[in-house]
Structure formats: C-alpha cells, structure tokens
C-alpha cells in the first residue's frame, strides 16, 4: 500500500490541468484482456484466479465474490450483430430496426465516491463489453463540502479494480479523472455539476463524435442491456428525429432495489439519461446552437425558460423576414440548445418504460450508509448518531429495513414487493442470476442491521443500570 504522500507524487506525475478555481488529474488504462470463459446454463465459470490476476481493493465478504464474477475473463454474449436478433430487441422496445451493421458507440460517464463494490460491481455485470469508453471523477469533498480521502487514485487497489481488472469489458477504457475546487460556494448540486462537466471534457478529448451516444448516470444506476443494447442498433427517435436537438434526450424508467436483490420496490426512478453527441455541448455544432443561460456560473442545467418545460420561451424564434437562424448563420431553421452534463440529470426526455435498474443503498455496512446519509447529497445531520435508528434516516432506509428484517412497511407513494427474486416478466439484472452472491449479500445487511441495532440496546441497557444504581 502507497502512503498519501507517494499517492500524490503519482497524481502530480500522471497528467494536470489547471483552471482558476480547479485543479483535476487524470488516469487512464485500456484493459486487455484475451482469456475467454464460457458460460453454462448462463452461469459464469470462475477460475478461482489460476489465469488471471484479480484485484479486491478494499471488498469483504459478499462484495468480495461479486468482484470476483465480474472480473473473471469471459466472451461478451451479444457482441457480434445478429439481424434477426437486433429486430426483435428494437420491437421490444418499441422502435424499429434499420439495417445497421455497426453499433453506435457508447461514451459512459459517473461521479465516483465512496460507491460500494456491491453497486459497481453490478452495474459491470450488466453493462459488461458494451462501452467504448467509461469515465469516472472523483473529488476530494463531498457535495456538503466534507473532506473526504481520494479513494482511486493511481496504483491504489481501488483504482486497480476499475481500471485493471477488465470489469467493464476486455476492450472498455477506463479513465478517472479526479476534481479538486477549494471555493465554499460550489456545493451540492453545485459541485456535482462541476465535476460532471469534466465528463463531456473527457468525451471531446477521447475522440466522442456527434454519431456516438453520450450516457451519464450515478455508480449505481443502468440502463437494462437489452436496452442499450437497442440504443446502439435501432431508429431511436430522440437520436433521429430530434428536430434540431429539440427532444434529443432518452430518460430510464428504473426498477429500484434497496440494499438487496430480495428488496426490490414498486418505485421507479428516472434515471439514467442518453443524449445523441449531435445534442451534446462541446460535441455538437455550437455555430448553430443558442447558448442558454444556465445556473452556478455556467455550469448548472438552463434555466426553465430554455427548455420545453418552460416551453422555450427564452429561445430567440426567427422570423420569415429574418436572413439568418438564431445566431445569424444564414437560415431561418430553428436550432435550440446543446445539452451539458448537467442538464443530462434534468432536461426534459422521452422515458422508455422499465428500461434499467437502481442498486440503491448497496452498501458494505451500516456505518457506511450512515455516513453517506450525512455528509452527501441532501444530508440528514444526525445520520451518523448511533442512536438514531437507521430506519429513521430515510424512507427508502426504512424501505430497505423492512424487507431485509421482515416488518411490516406502510408508505403512501411506494411499497417493498417482499422477495426482488420474483420478477415475474420483470427484465432481470445481471447478477441476479448469480444465487450464491446474492443469498450472501442479503445475509450480510441482515447482520449488519442486527449489530447496528444491538447499539442502542447495549446503550439502553447501560443507562437502565446507572439509573436503578442511583
């Protein structure tokens, strides 16, 4: 293990750029990996590490095994272009299939943090051999301005798993990129919006052109496969028919799991997003595109009045006796704006029914959940008070503790459909396909739960006999 002092040397040696206000490094491998492994009955064989070199980082336990499935070498399943396979993946979505004899590519990017290897390690499974490139940035503050160490920084085992291991695929590249900003007034979405702008930064560098699909999400949210899958092959409306990048925005509609594959809920959340790189800041014609105005110093989402939810009303309309478009350029087409990374959170979309999945509150123990809770997005104060009873810190906690410990959950706008292994038509998540992973994670958060609540008892008990003792 590096010291801090050595891991800065190598951040400072790797590659830097400098801004006013913000400093970021960045590090990147291709993975290339030729081992192959089959799969039978669409179980993955495991070599127990006899041929390839596996990297932990800091995985205990279940997460440890889920490490282990997602980086043994393997054949990506749907690599090559089957014509009558890709037409029926286009109809289950509803689009139709065009003839196309490549895919589009796929430039992926996520803020990186203290995520859990239970969330990445899932999101790899699904989305195993699919994108050409994969981004991640991490920052040494959390959005409510906590310092926090830099987990994945170069030659740490953290940064090994991600960018070594060929877990996103033999032929994936993996960059991280690292963001650093000192100003106290760049908080919360803010900050998250810093940070994603060097994600569309990284596309232009790594070569994303207007054909390729830009794909922002968090470390535990995808897209289903088969969907992007379908993205990649099919007349997608949004990346076709945008109408000048007036609707050029496809929206998931995810399945969402609370802390176990046995937890899934009845809530469905709107994220992930996908955005075609003509409609993509930096990576579209700026020359024909208005520059809307946008929050926290350029950075932020446009405001209302440029998008359709404020109905355009801010985008400068042409007119018959006009010799130019909105900019002047020498037509009368109406262009609107190009999407930053931001605005992949926000913007307006079409949302294509039950399309990915949400591993949300996958983390290696309580104290990590705790600790997530209060000094990240949308902090509760107290979350980190043994005291508190976890269940109290959020609904979607509370969500997670009644399934996992089997107690009644009552809530107005979801409900915890008991055992997540029952799909029914449900389209199911990669790993959900490994049992022994997933008996063992749920068997993991039950104990943890037990040990975090077995707290408050032992401090319920002390204070019953200091009080009888007086």
């Not at 095994?65 to 890709?86: F, G, H, K, S, Y």
């Not at 906590?146 to 030659?155: A, Q, S, T, V, W």
């Not at 749920?442 to 003792?469: A, G």
Request: proline fraction near 4%; charged fraction near 25%; hydrophobic fraction near 35%.
């Amino acid at each position: 293990m590096q010291t801090r002092k050595n891991s800065r040397i190598i951040l400072a040696s790797i590659a830097f750029s400098i801004s006013l206000t913000n400093i970021f490094y960045s590090t990147t491998i291709i993975s290339g990996l030729k081992d192959t492994k089959e799969r039978i009955f669409g179980v993955l064989l495991i070599d127990n590490g006899k041929n390839h070199n596996y990297f932990y980082a800091d995985a205990t336990n279940s997460s440890r095994l889920l490490l282990q499935i997602a980086q043994t070498p393997r054949p990506i399943p749907d690599d090559v272009i089957n014509i009558t396979m890709e037409q029926q993946r286009c109809r289950r979505h509803g689009l139709q299939y065009g003839n196309r004899t490549t895919r589009r590519r796929i430039f992926w990017g996520s803020l990186l943090a203290d995520d859990s290897w239970h969330a990445i390690g899932s999101v790899a499974l699904e989305t195993y051999g699919i994108f050409d490139l994969a981004v991640f940035v991490e920052s040494n503050l959390t959005q409510s301005l906590y310092h926090r160490d830099i987990r994945f920084f170069p030659g740490s085992e953290a940064w090994d798993v991600v960018t070594k291991s060929g877990i996103f695929g033999p032929t994936t590249k993996v960059i991280v990129d690292y963001y650093y900003s000192k100003d106290p007034n760049l908080r919360d979405l803010g900050r998250e919006h810093g940070q994603r702008a060097l994600i569309i930064d990284r596309w232009k560098q790594e070569g994303m052109t207007k054909d390729d699909i830009g794909y922002v999400s968090d470390a535990d949210e995808t897209f289903n496969r088969d969907f992007l899958r379908a993205m990649q092959v099919c007349l997608v409306p949004e990346f076709e028919y945008h109408n000048h990048c007036e609707l050029p925005l496809v929206r998931a509609d995810s399945w969402t799991f609370e802390g176990s594959l046995r937890c899934l809920t009845s809530l469905m959340k709107n994220t992930p997003s996908l955005v075609i790189g003509e409609c993509i800041d930096k990576i579209g014609d700026s020359t024909k595109h208005p520059k809307p105005e946008r929050g926290w110093n350029g950075i932020g989402w446009m405001s209302d009045g440029w998008t359709k939810k404020g109905k355009f009303a801010s985008l400068p309309k042409p007119t018959n006796n006009e010799t130019g478009n909105i900019n002047g350029a020498g037509t009368t087409t109406l262009y609107y704006p190009l999407l930053n990374a931001a605005d992949f959170r926000r913007f307006y979309g079409h949302t294509y029914r039950k399309s990915g999945f949400h591993f949300h509150n996958f983390f290696s123990s309580i104290a990590a959940l705790r600790f997530k809770y209060n000094t990240y997005g949308h902090p509760v104060g107290n979350a980190q008070n043994e005291m508190l009873p976890v269940e109290n810190i959020h609904v979607d906690v509370k969500a997670m503790i009644s399934c996992v410990m089997d107690r009644p959950f009552s809530n107005p706008k979801f409900r915890v459909l008991k055992d997540g292994m029952d799909f029914s038509n449900r389209k199911k998540p990669a790993v959900y396909q490994y049992k022994e992973y997933v008996d063992a994670r749920h068997r993991e958060i039950y104990n943890e739960i037990l040990i975090d609540e077995s707290k408050r008892i032992k401090t319920r008990q002390l204070d019953l006999k200091v009080n009888t003792s007086k």
